[in-house]
Antibody, heavy 124, light 108 residues
Protein backbone atom coordinates (compact mmCIF):
# COMPACT_ATOMS: atom_id res chain seq x y z
CA UNK A 1 0.00 0.00 0.00
CA UNK A 2 1.36 3.40 -0.96
CA UNK A 3 2.04 5.61 2.06
CA UNK A 4 3.44 9.04 2.79
CA UNK A 5 4.48 10.19 6.25
CA UNK A 6 5.34 13.82 6.93
CA UNK A 7 7.36 15.14 9.84
CA UNK A 8 9.19 18.25 10.96
CA UNK A 9 6.34 20.56 11.78
CA UNK A 10 6.58 22.65 14.94
CA UNK A 11 6.11 26.08 16.49
CA UNK A 12 8.52 28.67 15.08
CA UNK A 13 8.85 32.42 15.41
CA UNK A 14 8.26 34.76 12.46
CA UNK A 15 11.41 34.99 10.37
CA UNK A 16 12.51 31.54 11.44
CA UNK A 17 13.20 28.41 9.40
CA UNK A 18 11.92 24.87 9.34
CA UNK A 19 12.56 21.78 7.23
CA UNK A 20 9.71 19.39 6.53
CA UNK A 21 10.27 15.80 5.46
CA UNK A 22 8.03 13.25 3.79
CA UNK A 23 9.00 9.58 3.62
CA UNK A 24 7.39 7.39 0.98
CA UNK A 25 6.77 3.65 1.02
CA UNK A 26 4.84 1.07 -0.96
CA UNK A 27 5.54 2.56 -4.39
CA UNK A 28 8.43 3.55 -6.65
CA UNK A 29 9.20 6.99 -5.25
CA UNK A 30 11.93 7.71 -7.78
CA UNK A 31 9.38 7.52 -10.62
CA UNK A 32 6.84 9.82 -8.99
CA UNK A 33 6.36 13.57 -9.17
CA UNK A 34 5.53 15.05 -5.78
CA UNK A 35 3.75 18.07 -4.36
CA UNK A 36 3.40 19.96 -1.11
CA UNK A 37 -0.09 21.25 -0.33
CA UNK A 38 -1.02 23.23 2.79
CA UNK A 39 -4.18 24.05 4.67
CA UNK A 40 -4.39 26.98 7.07
CA UNK A 41 -6.63 26.49 10.13
CA UNK A 42 -10.27 26.49 9.03
CA UNK A 43 -9.31 27.28 5.44
CA UNK A 44 -9.10 25.47 2.12
CA UNK A 45 -6.34 23.59 0.38
CA UNK A 46 -3.50 25.57 -1.18
CA UNK A 47 -0.91 24.10 -3.51
CA UNK A 48 2.62 25.09 -2.46
CA UNK A 49 5.22 23.39 -4.62
CA UNK A 50 5.93 20.66 -7.18
CA UNK A 51 9.01 18.61 -8.03
CA UNK A 52 9.37 16.14 -10.89
CA UNK A 53 10.73 12.64 -10.38
CA UNK A 54 14.31 13.57 -11.28
CA UNK A 55 14.13 17.09 -9.82
CA UNK A 56 14.38 18.54 -13.33
CA UNK A 57 11.23 20.61 -12.92
CA UNK A 58 10.39 22.59 -9.81
CA UNK A 59 7.54 25.07 -9.34
CA UNK A 60 6.34 27.23 -6.47
CA UNK A 61 3.23 29.13 -5.57
CA UNK A 62 3.90 32.86 -5.78
CA UNK A 63 3.69 33.62 -2.06
CA UNK A 64 6.48 31.15 -1.19
CA UNK A 65 8.86 31.83 -4.09
CA UNK A 66 12.29 32.80 -2.80
CA UNK A 67 11.49 31.57 0.72
CA UNK A 68 10.71 27.85 0.31
CA UNK A 69 12.83 25.21 -1.43
CA UNK A 70 11.54 21.80 -2.44
CA UNK A 71 13.96 18.92 -2.88
CA UNK A 72 14.07 15.15 -2.84
CA UNK A 73 16.44 12.27 -2.20
CA UNK A 74 15.31 9.29 -4.27
CA UNK A 75 17.83 7.01 -2.57
CA UNK A 76 16.09 7.72 0.74
CA UNK A 77 12.53 7.79 -0.67
CA UNK A 78 12.23 11.24 0.83
CA UNK A 79 10.77 14.62 -0.10
CA UNK A 80 11.70 17.85 1.68
CA UNK A 81 10.48 21.40 2.04
CA UNK A 82 12.96 23.92 3.40
CA UNK A 83 11.00 26.92 4.67
CA UNK A 84 12.85 30.15 5.43
CA UNK A 85 11.68 33.64 6.41
CA UNK A 86 8.50 32.15 7.80
CA UNK A 87 5.46 34.38 8.20
CA UNK A 88 2.39 34.09 10.40
CA UNK A 89 0.37 33.35 7.26
CA UNK A 90 2.45 30.22 6.62
CA UNK A 91 0.74 28.60 9.59
CA UNK A 92 -0.93 25.47 8.24
CA UNK A 93 -1.01 21.72 8.03
CA UNK A 94 1.42 20.74 5.30
CA UNK A 95 0.64 17.65 3.24
CA UNK A 96 2.89 15.87 0.80
CA UNK A 97 1.04 14.29 -2.10
CA UNK A 98 2.03 12.00 -4.93
CA UNK A 99 1.10 13.16 -8.40
CA UNK A 100 0.05 10.38 -10.71
CA UNK A 101 -0.64 10.24 -14.44
CA UNK A 102 -3.28 8.04 -16.01
CA UNK A 103 -3.29 7.62 -19.76
CA UNK A 104 -6.45 6.30 -21.40
CA UNK A 105 -8.12 8.43 -24.03
CA UNK A 106 -6.10 11.35 -22.77
CA UNK A 107 -3.54 12.08 -20.06
CA UNK A 108 -4.92 12.85 -16.64
CA UNK A 109 -2.90 14.25 -13.74
CA UNK A 110 -4.00 14.25 -10.13
CA UNK A 111 -2.77 13.74 -6.56
CA UNK A 112 -3.70 10.23 -5.55
CA UNK A 113 -1.72 9.54 -2.37
CA UNK A 114 -1.60 11.99 0.53
CA UNK A 115 0.12 11.91 3.87
CA UNK A 116 -1.67 12.78 7.12
CA UNK A 117 0.12 16.12 7.29
CA UNK A 118 2.44 17.92 9.68
CA UNK A 119 1.51 21.13 11.51
CA UNK A 120 3.55 24.31 11.17
CA UNK A 121 2.70 27.16 13.51
CA UNK A 122 4.39 30.52 13.02
CA UNK A 123 3.83 32.75 16.02
CA UNK A 124 5.75 35.02 18.34
CA UNK B 1 -2.29 32.17 -11.73
CA UNK B 2 -5.97 31.32 -12.11
CA UNK B 3 -8.85 31.11 -9.73
CA UNK B 4 -11.38 28.36 -9.23
CA UNK B 5 -14.65 29.44 -7.60
CA UNK B 6 -16.91 27.17 -5.55
CA UNK B 7 -20.03 27.81 -3.50
CA UNK B 8 -18.98 27.79 0.17
CA UNK B 9 -21.79 25.53 1.32
CA UNK B 10 -24.42 23.21 -0.10
CA UNK B 11 -26.96 20.96 1.60
CA UNK B 12 -28.86 17.91 0.41
CA UNK B 13 -31.52 15.66 1.90
CA UNK B 14 -30.48 12.09 2.56
CA UNK B 15 -30.89 10.02 -0.60
CA UNK B 16 -31.33 13.00 -2.88
CA UNK B 17 -29.04 14.29 -5.63
CA UNK B 18 -26.68 17.23 -5.23
CA UNK B 19 -24.41 19.03 -7.67
CA UNK B 20 -21.31 20.93 -6.57
CA UNK B 21 -19.86 23.32 -9.12
CA UNK B 22 -16.47 24.87 -9.81
CA UNK B 23 -15.92 27.80 -12.15
CA UNK B 24 -12.71 29.05 -13.68
CA UNK B 25 -11.24 30.08 -17.00
CA UNK B 26 -8.54 27.44 -16.86
CA UNK B 27 -11.26 24.75 -16.92
CA UNK B 28 -11.77 25.54 -20.60
CA UNK B 29 -8.33 24.04 -21.24
CA UNK B 30 -7.54 21.72 -18.34
CA UNK B 31 -9.37 18.87 -16.65
CA UNK B 32 -10.82 19.18 -13.17
CA UNK B 33 -10.17 16.84 -10.30
CA UNK B 34 -12.33 16.57 -7.18
CA UNK B 35 -11.20 15.76 -3.64
CA UNK B 36 -13.24 14.89 -0.57
CA UNK B 37 -11.94 15.88 2.85
CA UNK B 38 -13.51 14.92 6.14
CA UNK B 39 -12.62 16.71 9.41
CA UNK B 40 -9.14 15.88 10.64
CA UNK B 41 -8.35 13.76 7.60
CA UNK B 42 -6.27 14.16 4.47
CA UNK B 43 -8.08 14.71 1.18
CA UNK B 44 -8.93 11.76 -1.04
CA UNK B 45 -9.49 11.85 -4.79
CA UNK B 46 -13.07 11.09 -5.85
CA UNK B 47 -13.04 12.21 -9.50
CA UNK B 48 -10.03 12.79 -11.76
CA UNK B 49 -9.82 14.03 -15.32
CA UNK B 50 -13.27 15.57 -15.13
CA UNK B 51 -15.29 12.34 -15.29
CA UNK B 52 -13.17 9.41 -14.07
CA UNK B 53 -13.81 7.65 -10.80
CA UNK B 54 -10.87 5.94 -9.03
CA UNK B 55 -11.35 2.38 -7.88
CA UNK B 56 -13.04 2.20 -4.51
CA UNK B 57 -15.10 5.36 -5.01
CA UNK B 58 -18.85 4.63 -5.04
CA UNK B 59 -20.59 5.04 -8.37
CA UNK B 60 -22.97 7.61 -6.88
CA UNK B 61 -20.10 10.08 -7.48
CA UNK B 62 -19.83 11.43 -11.01
CA UNK B 63 -18.21 14.37 -12.75
CA UNK B 64 -18.96 16.52 -15.76
CA UNK B 65 -17.84 19.74 -17.37
CA UNK B 66 -19.11 22.43 -19.70
CA UNK B 67 -17.26 25.51 -20.87
CA UNK B 68 -15.65 27.01 -17.76
CA UNK B 69 -17.60 25.01 -15.20
CA UNK B 70 -16.86 21.59 -13.73
CA UNK B 71 -19.43 19.74 -11.66
CA UNK B 72 -19.39 16.96 -9.11
CA UNK B 73 -22.72 15.16 -8.73
CA UNK B 74 -23.65 12.82 -5.90
CA UNK B 75 -26.70 10.78 -6.81
CA UNK B 76 -28.40 9.43 -3.70
CA UNK B 77 -26.31 11.24 -1.09
CA UNK B 78 -25.42 9.26 2.02
CA UNK B 79 -24.65 10.48 5.51
CA UNK B 80 -20.99 9.53 5.02
CA UNK B 81 -20.75 11.92 2.07
CA UNK B 82 -20.91 14.89 4.42
CA UNK B 83 -17.51 16.53 3.90
CA UNK B 84 -15.65 19.37 2.24
CA UNK B 85 -15.18 19.02 -1.49
CA UNK B 86 -12.42 20.76 -3.45
CA UNK B 87 -12.00 21.11 -7.17
CA UNK B 88 -8.47 21.27 -8.54
CA UNK B 89 -6.96 21.96 -11.92
CA UNK B 90 -4.01 23.63 -13.61
CA UNK B 91 -3.68 27.39 -13.77
CA UNK B 92 -3.62 29.24 -17.08
CA UNK B 93 0.09 28.53 -17.57
CA UNK B 94 -0.50 24.80 -17.25
CA UNK B 95 2.41 24.50 -14.82
CA UNK B 96 0.91 25.20 -11.42
CA UNK B 97 -1.90 23.54 -9.53
CA UNK B 98 -4.79 25.56 -8.16
CA UNK B 99 -7.58 24.54 -5.79
CA UNK B 100 -11.05 25.94 -5.45
CA UNK B 101 -12.05 27.41 -2.13
CA UNK B 102 -14.02 24.29 -1.19
CA UNK B 103 -17.69 23.46 -0.69
CA UNK B 104 -18.98 22.19 2.64
CA UNK B 105 -21.62 19.56 1.94
CA UNK B 106 -24.23 18.95 4.63
CA UNK B 107 -26.46 15.87 4.35
CA UNK B 108 -29.76 16.55 6.12
Amino acid sequence: EAQLVESGGSLVKPGGSLRLSCVASGFTFSSSSMNWVRQAPGKGLEWVSYISSSSSYIYYEDSVKGRFTISRDNAKNSLYLQMNSLRVEDTAVYYCARETTVTTYDQYYYMDVWGKGTTVTVSS
Amino acid sequence: SSELTQDPAVSVALGQTVRITCQGDSLRNYYANWYQQKPGQAPIIVIYGETNRPSGIPDRFSGSSSENTASLTITGAQAEDEADYYCNSRDSSGLYWVFGGGTKLTVL
